[in-house]
Nanobody, 124 residues
Framework: QVQLVESGGGLVQAGGSLRLSCAAS????????MGWFRQAPGKEREFVAA????????LYADSVKGRITISRDNAKNTVYLQMNSLKPEDTAVYYC?????????????????WGQGTQVTVSS
């Protein structure tokens, strides 16, 4: 079965950096799109970034462009989210997700598999 395990969250000051990891297992992900979403208290889950496992094309939410980079390591079956210049409004639980498609979607309902989430807190 597919398993996604996030790690790397924590407390950081505004302007700082964090790198989140998502270790994927249970199948071959070459035909999958991997996404990162976040959800702040009282808010809808929102798209952050996504990457096609094959080819590595990426897509970012406008709110994070230039500050956040998504990447993957094929050998480790791991997807990363490098977050720089963090702002208090980036505070949320960050989720890794996967869906089997060659198209990149930003709608969270499309994604079939989810990790348990990792908390990111940015203090001002």
């Amino acid at each position: 079965q597919v398993q996604l395990v996030e790690s790397g969250g924590g407390l950081v000051q505004a302007g700082g950096s964090l790198r989140l990891s998502c270790a994927a297992s249970g199948r071959t992900f070459s035909s999958y799109v991997m996404g990162w979403f976040r959800q702040a208290p009282g808010k809808e889950r929102e798209f952050v970034a996504a990457i096609r496992w094959s080819g590595g094309s990426t897509l970012y939410a406008d709110s994070v462009k230039g500050r956040i980079t998504i990447s993957r390591d094929n050998a480790k079956n791991t997807v990363y989210l490098q977050m720089n210049s963090l702002k208090p409004e980036d505070t949320a639980v960050y989720y890794c997700a996967a869906h089997a498609s060659r198209f990149v979607f930003t709608t969270y309902t499309v994604y079939d598999y989810w990790g348990q989430g990792t908390q990111v807190t940015v203090s001002s």
